[in-house]
């Protein structure tokens, strides 16, 4: 079985000037883990999850936190670096957080080094390119997966 067999064919994928809330409604609202960053055809980058959650995004969880119990704290309270925080999470662009080093595939890896190489590396999902460079699919753990079910 190789990954054409399980990949998904409709990729979601968004621009380096994309903002960072929009990636973050995108992969809740269409449960995904990841999208694809293209720029004028060409792949250049991943965002992810993780990307969204860590220190380089601003949105890390900590931080996160501190800005949602902020609306617990009584109208006098001085809210401004909560709000400012807030502010930069919301104008953050896909460029400055996005995974620059993407691991690829191509419609004819098989499936057992598609396994090796997510759990080697660390990395969820993988873009699936074809022989010209062009992106013609997308892979999860989660495809994997499906597969062990009946």
């Known amino acids: 079985m190789q990954v054409k067999d399980i ?6 994928s968004v621009t380096p000037k994309t903002k960072v809330s929009e990636v973050a409604e995108v992969l809740w609202k ?15 980058g991943i965002v992810t999850e993780y ?16 800005f949602l119990q902020s ?4 109208e006098d309270k001085d809210n401004k670096g909560f ?7 919301l104008n953050t ?3 400055d957080i ?14 057992k080094d598609l396994a090796e190489l997510i759990l080697s590396k ?17 892979v999860s753990r989660s495809d994997v997966v499906k597969l062990f079910k009946k």
Not at 35 to 44: E, Y
Not at 123 to 138: A, C, D, Q, R, S
Request: avoid cysteine; charged fraction near 30%.
């Open 30 to 44: 269409k449960n995904l883990t990841g999208l694809p960053v293209v720029d004028q055809g060409k792949l250049v």
């Open 7 to 12: 990949m998904t064919k409709k990729v979601i």
């Open 93 to 95: 662009k896909v460029k």
């Open 71 to 74: 609306f617990d704290l009584p």
């Open 51 to 66: 990307d969204l959650m860590s220190q380089k995004a601003g949105f890390h969880i900590p931080s996160y936190i501190k």
């Open 98 to 111: 996005m995974t620059k080093k993407v691991y690829t595939v191509s419609p004819k890896t098989k499936i």
């Open 122 to 138: 660390k990395i969820n999902p993988v873009p699936v390119l074809n022989e010209k460079g062009k992106i013609v699919g997308i």
């Open 83 to 89: 709000k400012k925080e807030f502010e930069i999470i």
